[in-house]
């Protein structure tokens, strides 16, 4: 069963649950996605399910797509994207793919590519401290301080230093689903998720289970009492 879907970061809002209490969710438009073809191990030597997703213009897609397209019987679709499972035999190439495969209180994973920033220094990008802020007689407020060494003499590599930030593939794990809205495909997830409005998303059941600790509760003594601290010898 395909567990992963394909969609477009709409925006953050926030909803209240039963109780009153106010819950920050990120609106994700999912889906419908379809089927455009299958990876199986006695062809290409794995499993998968190739999705597309977002209308696009004929004219604007080359012929070999076109005519994948054609053979298919599926109208073009502007992104594509093949998904690993373990069993593709109860799916069929032209099947749609709609939200409805997720259920609410559900746990995803989801996949964006996170907000560029630009070229950062090291303060910003990893954090760092900064030099003395006070007297007015140092200039590395915000310079990274050394980065070479005496043997070898040169800067090693890995070296945390300045440079571009963001634009980058970014997993978020074990995000909530508050609700599903399977007539307008609408997912709302809660907490933040990777991108900026508009952006192409990845969500996909968590791998990961949701492990809850019980916290064992102290001894105490009658009711209405505290218990007695132990003696000491």
Do not use: W
Not at 213 to 222: H, N, R, S, Y
């Amino acid at each position: 069963m395909l567990t992963s879907i394909i969609g477009t970061k709409i925006g953050m809002t926030q909803i209240f649950d039963k109780t009153g209490n106010i819950i920050p969710v990120t609106v994700i438009s999912a889906g419908p996605c379809v089927v455009t073809g299958l990876r199986t191990v006695e062809k290409d030597g794995y499993q998968a399910v190739q999705l597309g997703y977002g209308d696009i213009k004929e004219k604007a897609v080359n012929k070999p797509t076109a005519g994948m397209f054609k053979k298919i019987n599926v109208t073009p679709r502007r992104h594509l994207q093949e998904f690993r499972i373990k069993d593709v035999s109860d799916i069929q190439v032209g099947q749609e793919i709609k939200v409805d495969i997720f259920k609410e209180g559900e746990y995803v994973d989801v996949t964006g590519m996170s907000k560029g920033k630009g070229f950062a220094g090291v303060v910003k990008r990893h954090n760092f401290g900064g030099g003395p802020k006070t007297h007015g007689q140092s200039d590395r407020q915000r310079a990274p301080g050394n980065v070479g060494s005496q043997r070898p003499q040169r800067v090693l590599r890995g070296q945390r230093m300045a440079g571009h930030l963001g634009d980058e593939t970014v997993t978020v794990m074990k995000l909530r689903v508050v609700a599903v809205d399977n007539e307008k495909n609408f997912i709302l997830i809660e907490g933040a998720v990777p991108g900026v409005k508009k952006c192409l998303l990845v969500i996909r059941k968590t791998v990961k289970a949701k492990k809850f600790v019980k916290i064992k509760e102290a001894p105490a003594g009658k009711k209405g009492q505290k218990a007695k601290p132990a003696e000491k010898k």
